[in-house]
């Protein structure tokens, strides 16, 4: 009897981190554009602290933007707040933010999980409800995996777990390494606001690496089926 083939992989798609949100007016002007030119499931909106009434002013200015480009809002913790400004949701630190923040968020809205240091830490938040798991990103300190190691713990859950994995990408090299790897997301940040040549380019680019990653990976998977 022929053994039924494996679906083929989605292609992975952009989630893109915000710089930290003080004054959302350059934001609001340039989002729609950079929107537009590259497929971006997710929008984590960085906020700088300050009194909780700014903060859900700005995150209501930006909801419609984001949202009304496709793209889902996510605060980066302020769980308060998701509801009161309009979010999708919320990405939280490690599994204790998680769970505390899982009542306030479920069933209508999503709670991504990230500052997952081990196998075990990973699978718990998944075990508890987490809406993704996110490896690779910074600590407090700055420090952050080998890119070779990020790949790996992606490739690891992807073969293995449900719920979707985000690879945090520092560079269009590691996007491309964290497509292949099996990263259902790759979230981009600091290198596509920085970039020389404007976050369009920066964006459309990181893209181009995820498919070009993704299609290597396929005809690969493709040929090993045959």
């Given at each position: 009897?022929?053994?039924?083939?494996?679906?083929?992989?989605p292609?992975?798609?952009?989630?893109?981190?915000?710089?930290?949100?003080?004054?959302?007016?350059?934001?609001?002007?340039?989002?729609p554009?950079?929107?537009?030119?590259?497929?971006?499931?997710?929008?984590?909106?960085?906020l700088?602290?300050?009194?909780?009434?700014?903060?859900?002013?700005?995150?209501?200015?930006?909801a419609?933007v984001i949202?009304?480009?496709?793209?889902a809002?996510?605060?980066d913790g302020?769980?308060?707040?998701?509801?009161?400004?309009?979010?999708?949701?919320a990405?939280?630190?490690?599994i204790?933010?998680?769970?505390e923040?899982?009542?306030?968020l479920?069933?209508?809205?999503?709670?991504?999980?990230?500052?997952l240091?081990?196998?075990?830490?990973?699978m718990?938040?998944?075990?508890?409800?987490?809406?993704?798991?996110?490896?690779?990103?910074?600590?407090?300190?700055?420090?952050?995996?080998?890119?070779?190691?990020?790949?790996?713990?992606?490739?690891?859950?992807?073969?293995?777990?449900?719920?979707?994995c985000?690879?945090?990408?520092?560079?269009?090299?590691?996007?491309?390494?964290?497509?292949?790897a099996?990263?259902?997301?790759?979230?981009?940040?600091?290198?596509?606001?920085?970039?020389k040549?404007?976050?369009?380019?920066?964006?459309?680019?990181?893209?181009?690496?995820?498919?070009?990653a993704?299609?290597?990976?396929?005809g690969?998977?493709?040929?090993?089926?045959?």
């Amino acid at each position: 009897m022929a053994t039924k083939p494996v679906p083929p992989r989605p292609v992975p798609r952009l989630y893109l981190a915000t710089p930290v949100v003080d004054d959302p007016s350059a934001l609001i002007a340039s989002l729609p554009g950079l929107l537009a030119k590259a497929d971006v499931a997710a929008v984590l909106v960085r906020l700088k602290p300050t009194d909780q009434r700014t903060m859900i002013s700005r995150v209501k200015a930006l909801a419609p933007v984001i949202q009304g480009s496709g793209a889902a809002l996510l605060l980066d913790g302020h769980v308060e707040l998701v509801a009161r400004g309009g979010a999708d949701g919320a990405h939280l630190t490690g599994i204790a933010a998680m769970e505390e923040a899982l009542p306030s968020l479920k069933s209508d809205r999503i709670a991504g999980v990230g500052g997952l240091t081990t196998r075990h830490d990973s699978m718990a938040a998944g075990e508890a409800g987490a809406d993704y798991v996110l490896f690779g990103e910074p600590d407090a300190a700055g420090l952050r995996p080998s890119a070779e190691a990020i790949a790996e713990r992606l490739g690891w859950w992807a073969e293995l777990f449900e719920p979707p994995c985000v690879g945090y990408a520092a560079s269009r090299e590691e996007a491309h390494e964290f497509a292949a790897a099996g990263a259902d997301f790759v979230l981009v940040g600091d290198f596509i606001w920085n970039d020389k040549r404007g976050p369009a380019a920066a964006l459309m680019d990181a893209e181009q690496a995820i498919r070009q990653a993704h299609a290597a990976a396929s005809g690969k998977a493709k040929a090993e089926q045959g």
